[in-house]
């Protein structure tokens, strides 16, 4: 099984400030089907990233992925009031598919 | 309005049984993939359980095989898990998710998710 492991567990940030996300696979993920979500508080996750880099329909060019093998980044260039949530990677190349444990993005 | 709704989530004693419907609109049904994930405060989010496009194929994590059973009727739009043996530890918001492209199978990404129900198993 894949484990992913996500840092910071917690981000502070202002609005307007570039925060940086880190998904570490502990072995490649194959051909970098790596995703990435967003969640708010009592709110289902929200898809915006997949195959690491590609953004979903609808989400603003503010987030990007990137990354290959093992490290995988998800920035998001200029945080907007709604941007504060919690981020998950979900690796999808291996069976059983898994996610990471999440980062906190929090105004600071 | 593309959508996924979960329903039949509660309280159920352990060993009990459960049976969680998501009913989905807004897409064709028959050409998607769809997946059970649950997500708890401790263990987070947790892929349960997979199943074709055709209904042709399921797969399940370790932790619910034997025990849970995922289907799907293409004709009413719906997909079902029913829950057996139930232990505290499935205790959990179950989400129902939507893969990611047209016949996606089992490796997928999710790009619909349900606003999930809640299972609390506990005596």
């Known amino acids: 099984e894949i484990v992913l492991t996500q840092s910071p567990g917690t981000l502070s940030l202002s609005p307007g400030e570039r925060a940086t996300l880190s998904c570490r696979a502990s072995?490649?993920?194959?051909?970098?089907?790596l995703a990435w979500y967003q969640q708010k508080p009592g709110q289902a996750p929200r898809f915006l990233i997949y195959v690491a880099s590609r953004r979903a329909t609808g989400v603003p060019d503010r987030f990007s992925g990137s990354g290959s093998g093992t490290d995988f980044t998800l920035t998001i260039s200029r945080l907007e009031p709604e941007d504060f949530a919690v981020y998950y990677c979900?690796?999808?190349?291996?069976?059983?598919?898994?996610f990471g444990g999440g980062t906190k993005v929090e105004i600071k | 309005q593309v959508q996924l709704v979960e329903s039949g989530g509660g309280v159920v004693q352990p060993g009990g049984s459960l049976r969680l419907s998501c009913a989905a609109s807004g897409f064709t049904f028959d050409t998607y993939g769809l997946h059970w994930v649950r997500q708890t405060p401790g263990k987070g989010l947790e892929g349960v359980a997979f199943i074709r496009h055709d209904g042709g194929s399921e797969s399940y994590a370790d932790s619910v095989k034997g025990r849970f059973t995922i289907s799907r009727d293409n004709s009413k739009n719906t997909l079902y898990l029913q829950m057996n043996s139930l232990r505290p530890e499935d205790t959990a918001v179950y989400y129902c998710?939507?893969?990611?492209?047209?016949?996606?199978?089992?490796?997928?990404?999710?790009?619909?998710w349900g606003q999930g129900t809640l299972v609390t198993v506990s005596s």
């Open positions: 072995q490649s993920v194959s051909a970098n089907y």
């Open positions: 998710a939507k893969g990611f492209g047209i016949y996606s199978g089992y490796g997928s990404s999710f790009d619909l």
């Open positions: 979900q690796q999808y190349g291996s069976s059983p598919l898994t």
